[in-house]
């Protein structure tokens, strides 16, 4: 397989007082506040620890730090509203104070977002894609950029509802009705990103197949993102690797999300990203 890098077109995500600039790919760096995340076990639940590893990730060339109270992984322990806002808030507001970067907050919570929105947050990331009550108005009225992902149920079911005749079309049916209740609650359409939520309500065939078409996404005509890092299809992939040896199947697979024009890439491997798309930038191809 040749691919062609697939050119991203001009545009400009305004994330607050801070200007995103899609034209070429943006790393979000992830940081989970939560003691059973999908990978860091709870690593950095210490303020300063989580600071410090935002502190690390922006200092390899992350533009994003995505923070995240509530796990969603298919059997973690459901986290009350004031927990979550106890995880987040507080870290969101050291954030802005020493270091002002770009944060996204992984939250279904209206609530949640509202409160880190206050705090200067400035990306709700919802693998909900605002389905909770309260959350399209949320959206519309705060006007930020969100990203809406893709599932099915909610992370306890989803992998009883991964049936597809069509992954990759139905993923795209189901994430155009949820671009369509965004816009009509008022959600502008420069504020949507689209994420296809791999690990969400699909197997390992079916993340491979729609890794391998996500370039089908593009009518939807928002900017992409693609979470994968250290995920259970590369794990699968690898005959049963674990979580610390997902590296180098998750750097292939970003790169093969960048050949086809995703946006931004999140993941928990900053350095080897930023490294891997330094290298794409500079191909003849990228001019
Ligand atoms: C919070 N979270 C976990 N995995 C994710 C993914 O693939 N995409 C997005 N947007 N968020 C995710």
Redesign the pocket.
């Known amino acids: 397989m040749i691919m062609k890098l697939h050119a991203l077109p001009k545009r400009v995500l305004q994330c607050g007082k801070h200007r995103l600039d899609l034209s070429h790919p943006q790393v979000m760096g ?1 940081l989970n506040v939560t003691p059973d995340s ?1 990978s860091d076990g709870g690593q950095y639940r210490g303020h300063e620890q989580a600071f410090s590893h935002a502190e690390r990730m922006l200092a390899e060339g992350a533009s994003i730090i ?1 923070v ?1 109270g509530e796990s ?1 992984r298919p059997h973690a322990t459901p986290v009350s509203l004031q927990e979550e806002l106890d995880r987040v808030i507080p870290l969101v507001e050291t954030l802005v104070q020493r270091l002002d970067p770009v944060i996204s907050i ?1 939250t279904s919570s209206p609530e949640v977002f509202s409160a880190a929105a206050a705090a200067g947050a400035t990306i709700w ?3 909900r894609a605002l389905s909770r009550p309260g959350a399209l108005e949320m959206a519309a009225m705060l006007s930020l950029p969100v ?1 809406l ?1 893709h599932m099915r149920g909610e992370p306890a079911t989803m992998n009883d509802l991964a049936h597809y005749h069509d992954v990759t079309l139905e993923v795209h049916t189901e994430l155009s009705f949820r671009i369509e209740e965004a816009f009509a609650a008022g959600v502008r359409m420069e504020n949507i990103i689209i ?6 309500a699909k197997d390992t065939p079916q993340s491979l197949t729609l890794l391998d078409e996500i370039w089908k996404l593009h009518t939807l005509e928002c900017p992409l ?4 890092s250290r ?1 259970r299809v590369l794990g699968e992939v690898l005959g049963g690797a674990a979580v610390d040896e997902r590296l180098y199947a998750g750097l292939a697979a970003a790169l093969l999300g960048v050949q086809q024009g995703v946006s931004i890439i ?1 993941t928990h491997d900053v350095r080897a990203t930023v490294e891997m798309l330094a290298l794409l930038r500079q191909m003849p191809q990228a001019h």
């Open positions: 992830i999908f995505d995240g969603t992984d990331n919802d693998v990203v992902m994420d296809m939520g791999f690990g969400f993102m693609l979470g994968i995920k999140r």
